[in-house]
């Protein structure tokens, strides 16, 4: 099946800093990829869809200046939370698709746990 | 608005028993419906998932789903639960349509413990 890689897999910064977190589709092109954020406890939530080439879209509440996406190629996109905050810390996880029409699959990154002290 | 409902937060099953983990959904015409299981801190692993067809769905480690479309629902169930199910389980909807994104919805996950 598909694969969907992440790095890093934790990654623990001081308050301020920035963190950038990749996100590969190893065997597939991924036009479209998305980000989701986990709190402990609680489901996905969808952040941002980013398409190839194209400025990523927001979901509502989410800070497009904190969150900066970048999917400069079919297997890469990035995200990099600017200045992060203790709160920031969370488990995020990419997720690539793969197919086109409607019938698409989503196929999900291991996540990445961010620690921000 | 679509929405996923996974009405137990933990399901507790001996092991060798059967498993069932409920899952019910709200989507405006036709839905594509999915389970995934997440291990402690990894990423989520597909299941099985529903899009048309034979309302019984089979899966990846013995699992399968029944869609039910007049009761909304998409239970997990596995004859014979193993320890090494022991993990938390996401039921998701999208809505079906031609072309396009449609967004996914994901429930707010059960945690299946098997216990030995």
């Known amino acids: 099946g598909a694969v969907v890689s992440q790095h890093p897999s934790w990654v623990i910064c001081k308050s301020g800093t920035s963190v950038k977190i990749e996100c590969r589709s190893l065997d597939f092109q991924a036009t479209t990829m998305f980000w989701y954020r986990q709190f402990p406890k609680q489901s996905l939530m969808l952040m941002a869809t980013s398409n190839e080439g194209s400025k990523a879209t927001y979901e509502q509440g989410v800070e497009k200046d904190k969150f900066l996406i970048n999917h400069a190629s079919l297997t890469l996109s990035t995200l990099t939370v600017t200045s992060a905050h203790p709160e920031d810390s969370s488990f995020y996880i990419c997720s690539a698709r793969a197919g086109t029409g409607s019938l698409y699959e989503q196929y999900f990154g291991p996540g990445t746990r961010l620690t921000v002290t | 608005a679509q929405s996923v409902a996974q009405p137990e937060d933990q399901v507790n099953v001996a092991e060798g028993n059967p498993l069932t983990v409920k899952c019910t959904y709200s989507?405006?015409?036709?839905?594509?419906l999915f389970w995934y299981v997440q291990y402690p801190n990894r990423g989520l692993q597909f299941l099985l998932k529903?899009?048309?067809?034979?309302?019984l769905v089979k899966g990846s480690y013995g699992f399968e789903a029944e869609f039910n479309k007049s009761q909304t629902s998409f239970h997990l169930k596995k004859p014979s639960a193993l320890v090494s199910d022991s993990a938390l389980y996401f039921c998701a909807v999208r809505q079906s349509g031609s072309g396009g994104y449609q967004k996914v919805t994901f429930g707010t996950g059960t945690k299946l413990q098997v216990i030995p």
């Open positions: 989507v405006s015409g036709n839905p594509y």
């Open positions: 529903y899009i048309t067809g034979d309302n």
